[in-house]
């Protein structure tokens, strides 16, 4: 078949924690036929080693690029992210102070990288991204690991108990439940937990790869787990149809209905999460 055309778009909004620094980051090369989005996570014990943004900023941009560099330099995309993933974690281990650090402290992330040659679309993931890929004839194809989410909803129920039983805000419960969410955070990478992007590398090599017939495919999209929020705040009624929202050209409009649902709801009692809004991104792929 001829060389399908790609139209790109990529878009983020900062959430509401870690000092107003955005700890996303995504970036398209349709010359290489690659996407790449990070969704980085601050360490639990807000132990930062970086001075003029959080370490979790640092690690996904510091991702993105040098997984980008791997791929220019030939490196099969899957095997770019892995030893990305490993230059990157030297780098962070070079750093003073980082070996003080405890698992908890470290910063982690969630991946998603598209990527695509004449025949095939792959998705490529590792952590708690959604991506939606779009087909020709009509249906709208969800990859997703729902295992940290799990994990997630439990210590959001756990802070609603305690918020409810002590009188206290839900920002109040989320200190009180920190024990409970650093016990999750050590399931990272760790056999019977779940597999994302960290320092340790461990989760590198564990990713889920799904593959599409190019010539099926009409759009592939991901975001992170923030922008995905418009499913929870009810804004859209599935991750299947906020990616063909996107798609259509909604996504900035979806991105400030997100954020108006949020603002509604600051106090995290109608839909229970840990902050009132978290980092929101995502990236589109068009083929025409």
Same mark, same amino acid.
């Given at each position: 078949?001829? %060389?399908?055309?790609?139209?790109?778009?990529?878009?983020?909004?900062?959430? $509401?924690?870690?000092?107003?620094? &955005?700890?996303?980051?995504?970036?398209?090369?349709?010359?290489?036929?690659?996407?790449?989005?990070?969704?980085?996570?601050?360490?639990?014990? %807000?132990?930062?080693?970086?001075?003029?943004?959080?370490?979790?900023?640092?690690?996904?941009?510091?991702?993105?690029?040098?997984?980008?560099?791997?791929?220019?330099?030939?490196?099969?995309?899957?095997?770019?992210?892995?030893?990305?993933?490993?230059?990157?974690?030297?780098?962070?281990?070079?750093?003073?102070?980082?070996?003080?650090? @405890? @698992?908890?402290?470290?910063?982690?992330?969630?991946?998603?990288?598209?990527?695509?040659?004449?025949?095939?679309?792959?998705?490529?993931?590792?952590?708690?991204?959604?991506?939606?890929?779009?087909?020709?004839?009509? *249906?709208?194809?969800?990859?997703?690991?729902?295992?940290?989410?799990?994990?997630?909803?439990? &210590?959001?129920?756990?802070?609603?108990?305690?918020?409810?039983?002590?009188?206290?805000?839900?920002?109040?419960?989320?200190?009180?439940?920190?024990?409970? /969410?650093?016990?999750?955070?050590? %399931?990272? &990478?760790?056999?019977?937990?779940?597999?994302?992007?960290?320092?340790?590398?461990?989760? /590198?090599?564990?990713?889920? +790869?799904?593959?599409?017939?190019?010539?099926?495919?009409?759009?592939?999209?991901?975001?992170?787990?923030?922008?995905?929020?418009?499913?929870?705040?009810?804004?859209?009624?599935?991750?299947?149809?906020?990616?063909?929202?996107?798609?259509?050209?909604?996504?900035?409009?979806?991105? *400030? $209905?997100?954020?108006?649902?949020?603002?509604?709801?600051?106090?995290?009692?109608?839909?229970?999460?840990? %902050? +009132?809004?978290?980092?929101?991104?995502?990236?589109?792929?068009? /083929?025409?």
């Amino acid at each position: 078949m001829g %060389k399908r055309r790609c139209i790109e778009e990529v878009r983020t909004w900062t959430g $509401s924690g870690e000092g107003r620094i &955005n700890e996303d980051y995504a970036q398209v090369d349709t010359s290489l036929r690659c996407a790449v989005l990070v969704d980085g996570a601050t360490g639990l014990t %807000k132990h930062n080693l970086m001075t003029d943004t959080t370490d979790a900023s640092w690690y996904a941009r510091e991702l993105v690029s040098a997984t980008f560099d791997e791929v220019r330099a030939g490196s099969d995309p899957r095997e770019a992210l892995g030893r990305a993933g490993r230059s990157v974690a030297d780098e962070y281990l070079r750093l003073q102070g980082s070996t003080r650090l @405890r @698992r908890e402290d470290l910063p982690n992330a969630s991946v998603a990288v598209l990527t695509w040659d004449d025949s095939v679309v792959r998705v490529i993931m590792l952590g708690d991204c959604t991506a939606v890929v779009g087909m020709r004839a009509g *249906e709208s194809q969800v990859v997703h690991d729902a295992t940290l989410d799990a994990l997630d909803q439990q &210590n959001y129920e756990r802070m609603y108990r305690y918020a409810t039983t002590n009188g206290t805000s839900m920002r109040e419960a989320r200190m009180a439940v920190n024990d409970k /969410f650093i016990m999750n955070r050590l %399931k990272m &990478n760790e056999p019977g937990g779940y597999w994302a992007a960290d320092i340790s590398c461990r989760g /590198f090599g564990h990713e889920s +790869v799904t593959e599409f017939p190019l010539a099926d495919v009409r759009y592939a999209f991901a975001c992170s787990d923030g922008y995905v929020a418009a499913v929870d705040m009810g804004v859209v009624s599935s991750a299947a149809n906020l990616g063909d929202a996107v798609a259509r050209g909604e996504g900035q409009r979806l991105g *400030e $209905s997100l954020r108006k649902a949020e603002r509604a709801d600051e106090g995290c009692w109608r839909v229970h999460r840990s %902050k +009132v809004s978290d980092d929101a991104t995502y990236m589109l792929v068009r /083929f025409t």
